[in-house]
């Protein structure tokens, strides 16, 4: 089947970097990425693999990595305790080029698709949605859950984060302070909530609100050049990536500059996420990999994700370590 072209403006200048992006909405196309977009890099053709729609386990034990494929529309279940597996599940049904997922305590799985508009919600162990949300979605990036169980989502081209109370699928809170380009979004263990902007040049920021407010408390800057995904660990490490400086800059809790940077193998990295022991999984967005790190190093520990994955833009653990 023939592969789905995506958009990719490279080659701009120094100057047109600096400046803060356009509008995303006349950056987006059927088949094109605002993430892809806010790169400035090409991003992969390849041909599209379509893998059935298999029911997976809901009574599997063990972790699970979910991670949403843009180029192709599937969200691929993987076991990340084994090296380069195939998936052990697929969900196509309700997914349109999704950029996000994120997972709740209770399994469920949010899926953000970006072009559509839509946030789809499966229930564990479910490849079909149970309920959509399209109220307040306005080219939506990525999504967190607080530890309330509350939805939370970036939208790119309303400049605002948006709160769903658990279960709902209208908006609560609408987050506009301190947000001009979100995407990458996290909570931590006290419940304090981290937005990553991604405007470029100097205005490019991540942004820290305490556990119920709505005016970010820290602004950090250090190290964040062009940053996409954000998580926190279980010890409060920030981790950001910075796609187009191909780094992912970590700071320990509660500081504003980071302590260490990863760029070794990294093309492109978007989305990044951790397990319970600290262990860090990067998705490559340019070479279609998840690459693997041992907890604390800058140094890929030789385990990769590559199957069936294609313009990886999202990745979610299972069980979640926070919030």
């Known amino acids: 089947m023939a592969g789905l072209a995506v958009v990719a403006l490279a080659g701009c200048s120094a100057a047109q970097n600096?400046?803060?992006p356009p509008s995303a909405a006349s950056a987006l196309t059927a088949n094109s990425s605002v993430l892809g977009y806010l790169s400035h890099a090409p991003v992969p053709l390849g041909q599209r693999m379509v893998a059935p729609a298999l029911r997976y386990d809901h009574k599997m034990k063990g972790p699970l990595?979910?991670?949403?494929?843009?180029?192709?529309s599937t969200v691929e279940i993987y076991d990340p305790t084994v090296n380069d597996p195939s998936p052990s599940g697929t969900v196509t049904d309700?997914?349109?080029h999704p950029s996000g997922d994120c997972l709740d305590k209770e399994g469920t799985l949010y899926v953000v698709n970006e072009n559509a508009n839509t946030l789809t919600e499966y229930k564990k162990g479910q490849t079909s949605p149970y309920q959509t949300i399209h109220t307040g979605l306005d080219i939506p990036a990525f999504c967190a859950i607080d530890k309330r169980g509350n939805l939370w989502v970036t939208n790119i081209e309303s400049a605002n984060v948006t709160e769903y109370p658990k279960g709902s699928t209208t908006p609560g809170t609408i987050i506009t302070d301190g947000i001009t380009y979100p995407v990458g979004i996290a909570f931590d263990h006290e419940g304090d909530m981290y937005v990553a902007n991604s405007e470029l040049g100097s205005?490019?920021?991540v942004q820290i609100y305490s556990s119920g407010a709505t005016q970010?408390?820290?602004t950090i800057?250090?190290?964040v050049s062009s940053p996409v995904g954000i998580t926190v660990d279980a010890k409060g490490t920030l981790y950001v990536t910075n796609d187009r400086d191909n780094n992912v800059e970590e700071y320990k809790?509660?500081?504003?500059?980071p302590y260490q940077a990863i760029t070794e193998d990294l093309d492109l990295p978007v989305a990044v996420t951790v397990?319970?022991?600290g262990e860090l999984f990067v998705s490559n967005q340019l070479d279609s990999t998840i690459l693997e790190f041992n907890p604390g190093s800058t140094q890929p520990n030789g385990d990769t994700i590559t199957q069936q994955l294609e313009n990886p833009e999202g990745s979610a653990y299972a069980p979640p370590v926070l919030p």
């Open 18 to 20: 600096s400046a803060a």
């Open 65 to 72: 990595l979910y991670v949403v494929n843009f180029t192709t």
């Open 94 to 96: 309700g997914v349109s």
């Open 203 to 205: 205005n490019a920021n």
């Open 216 to 218: 970010p408390s820290t």
């Open 221 to 223: 800057t250090d190290g």
């Open 253 to 257: 809790a509660g500081e504003e500059s």
């Open 275 to 277: 397990d319970e022991s």
